[in-house]
């Protein structure tokens, strides 16, 4: 019998033609041609046309290896892209901190100098009218004690009131003291 499913073309003369079924001759049976020849024929065409499926087969997995490889190699690459434009980001911030800093370092340095003693004692005697304090007028706090506050006890008998002014202050500073 002939197989039914030869689909392969052989080529003549560069021209693709479909196999064509063996003529049968008197005298000879149509299974008698189809033995041999045909059968190894087909059997060669089949093995190519397996080879064919698991070349593509193989070709298939190849490129989608490749695609693979180049996906990994592209995410990869835009990670460290990433990377470098943070690192970017973070050397620009520092630049512009340290910027900021010598300015800060300068506006101090500068409000350092304007507010000298002598400039600070001169704006305060000419400009807003102050004198210097007279040696009764200072009182010398101990800056070891601590810092609590009590209320004072105000006496009602006017001998308490009755002393007013500076010593008075004074009076009742020493006993706050006590």
């Excluded at 695609?67 to 520092?94: H, K, P, Q």
């Excluded at 601590?146 to 007013?164: C, H, L, Q, R, Y």
Aim: a positive charge; hydrophobic letters at 40%; charged letters at 25%.
């Amino acid at each position: 019998m002939l197989p039914t499913s030869t689909k392969t073309r052989r080529t003549v003369n560069n021209v693709y033609k479909w196999p064509q079924p063996p003529q049968t001759r008197p005298g000879i049976q149509r299974e008698d041609l189809i033995a041999e020849p045909i059968y190894t024929e087909n059997k060669k065409l089949v093995k190519k046309a397996e080879k064919a499926k698991q070349g593509n087969k193989h070709m298939l997995r190849t490129a989608a290896i490749i695609a693979l490889v180049f996906g990994l190699c592209f995410t990869l690459l835009y990670r460290y892209s990433m990377i470098l434009e943070a690192n970017e980001m973070a050397r620009n911030l520092e630049s512009e901190y340290n910027k900021i800093v010598s300015q800060n370092q300068y506006i101090q340095t500068k409000i350092g100098k304007s507010i000298e003693t002598a400039t600070l004692e001169n704006i305060a005697i000419n400009q807003l009218g102050m004198v210097k304090p007279d040696t009764a007028q200072v009182i010398y706090v101990d800056m070891n004690m601590g810092d609590k506050s009590e209320p004072i006890e105000v006496a009602k008998n006017s001998e308490s009131t009755a002393i007013m002014g500076m010593p008075g202050t004074l009076i009742r500073a020493f006993q706050m003291l006590k």
